[in-house]
């Protein structure tokens, strides 16, 4: 009789411990996973943020300009692209497209009207816009490091059981622009 309650015992315990680790396992990655979309949700709300002070740029930048409308109309577009994307991989291209287009237009307004860069409105949000490229490469970075934790996790023994039979799927990262590791050209003709 103590013999076979000793078995039970030990069968009980096994089963427990097997079933806490388990449960550890998955808790973790439902952890990590949440993490990973807090950081996504952080980036959209600063990539909101950047889009949302486009048109106060581009009124203020109107005032002094009777500017290209194709290329307003693609900084229009690009924001546009931007509010609708959805995931890291759309986020990127609509940003990529985005900056694109503003620095375009930009460069295109501030050569044609120098005296705009004296107007404090534009200095202002000129300051706001740089802000906000700051607050989402900082997003990025926090994003892409949960991403990189998270995917880590579930490609491990024995989590990556767990997380194909639970559809744990890793996450895109946010890269750079593709050639964004050249330095570019700037000349003062």
Known sequence: MKKG?????SVIAVIVIIAGLFIGSYNGMVSKREDVESASSTISTYLQRRADL??????????YSDYEQETYTAVTQARSALQNANGAAEQSAAANQLDSAID??????TEAYPELKANEQY??????????ENRIATARKDYNDKAKDYNTSIKK?????????FGFEAYDYFEANEGAENVPQVSFD
């Not at 309650?5 to 015992?9: E, H, Q, S, T």
């Not at 486009?54 to 005032?63: H, L, S």
Request: net charge positive; hydrophobic share 60%.
């Open 123 to 132: 200095r202002a949000l000129t300051d706001e816009l740089a802000g906000s």
């Open 54 to 63: 486009i048109p106060n740029f581009v009124a203020t930048v109107k005032g």
């Open 5 to 9: 309650l000793i078995i039970l015992i």
């Open 157 to 165: 023994f024995p989590r990556n059981i767990f997380a194909s039979l």
């Open 104 to 109: 375009i237009w930009v460069n295109a307004v």
